[in-house]
């Protein structure tokens, strides 16, 4: 039968420290003296583990002491860690040699998180004895949680909305109060719906005021609770634009010395079209002669025809769009004093 027995030698000596909270030194020290044998057998004996509990669901352990001696032996408790208590017959009166007699310990778990250990110290009326010790382990789940921190609103059209949901529960029962902490970008909404312990944000993707250019993004959206143990929450919003015609590159940038650069349209579904327009705002650029004929795939030819760096934005209207395919078109030098920090990524089309 297992049981633990400790002096305050020996856990010096062992270095039993996971077991034994910081500060709890066993019984006064006898440098001259050895404890004697134990005579109390445990059951069950060394750490056990209460599993996962919700943060107001207290678990009791129950723990039995036979008195292996041919005395009486009485017991007391000496340390608890917080929110730990203990009670039953065992430390009610001394136990008869021979006899048993039990003990339940009780964990609430309130106002803790995580991975949590706890323990007892218990003495005795023989000063030969030494500490006894009731190490347990246990989970406490958050009071607030989400049904996950990421979602993905897929590839969506530009004249889509598409819909994101995080949905927070309370398991104490409270009211679920949430607020965004960082501002959201114009073309990203949010509301939330509900009340009481189960709350929802509901995220909106507008595809039609992002920015030209911009075809993909994972926005980091930062929610403060008003749980005490959960107070921030990071969540996660993937997007992906497409159009009907795609651009490639999204972006038209010219490098340094580049004075021309090649653009082409794809049609997603490999029909043909036709480019009916093409202009652009700005200066500093020039879009060659526009394909009279309808193709799948449209090349047009960008020319540079200012020496410094600049900015336009390309207009194409083509068939089967209703509305206008915008791709930002840009001068950018490699100069330290005229560098833009820009990273062109080559696109790829599904």
Not at 120 to 135: E, K
Not at 182 to 189: A, H
Not at 210 to 221: A, H, K, S, W
Not at 270 to 298: C, K, M, N, S, T
Request: hydrophobic share 40%.
């Amino acid at each position: 039968m297992r049981f633990m027995f400790y002096s305050a030698t020996m856990i010096m000596v062992l270095g039993l420290g996971p077991g034994v909270p910081a500060g709890w030194a066993g019984a006064p020290r006898q440098a001259s003296k050895p404890f004697d044998p134990p005579r109390l057998e445990i059951t069950p004996g060394g750490w056990v583990d209460l599993g996962e509990l919700g943060p107001l669901e207290p678990k009791e352990q129950r723990y039995r002491f036979r008195n292996a001696s041919p005395a009486p032996i009485a017991l007391r408790v000496l340390d608890l860690s917080p929110g730990v208590t203990v009670a039953g017959p065992a430390l009610e009166q001394p136990i008869p040699p021979g006899a048993s007699a039990e003990l339940a310990l009780r964990v609430d778990p309130a106002g803790w998180e995580g991975i949590q250990q706890r323990n007892v110290r218990l003495g005795t009326d023989d000063p030969g004895q030494g500490s006894y010790y009731l190490p347990v382990r246990l989970a406490v789940r958050p009071d607030l949680s989400v049904d996950g921190v990421r979602r993905s609103f897929g590839d969506v059209g530009v004249q889509e909305s598409p819909l994101a949901l995080f949905t927070f529960v309370r398991e104490t029962g409270q009211p679920v109060r949430l607020q965004l902490a960082t501002p959201l970008p114009d073309y990203l909404e949010c509301e939330t719906r509900g009340s009481g312990p189960r709350v929802q944000l509901a995220f909106v993707l507008r595809p039609g005021r992002i920015r030209p250019g911009m075809r993909q993004g994972l926005e980091r959206v930062r929610v403060d609770s008003n749980a005490p143990l959960q107070p921030r929450f990071d969540l996660y919003l993937e997007w992906r634009i497409h159009h009907a015609i795609e651009a490639v590159p999204a972006r038209a940038v010219f490098l340094d010395a580049a004075d021309t650069l090649e653009l082409k349209l794809k049609s997603r579904n490999g029909l043909p079209f036709r480019i009916l327009r093409a202009d652009l705002e700005g200066d500093g650029f020039r879009v060659g002669p526009v394909p009279a004929r309808a193709e799948p795939e449209q090349t047009l030819t960008l020319r540079r025809i200012a020496a410094h760096p600049g900015k336009a934005l390309l207009v194409l209207r083509c068939s089967g769009l209703d509305e206008p395919l915008e791709v930002p078109v840009s001068c950018v030098s490699s100069a330290p004093a005229g560098d833009e920090g820009v990273m062109v990524v080559p696109d790829k089309m599904d």
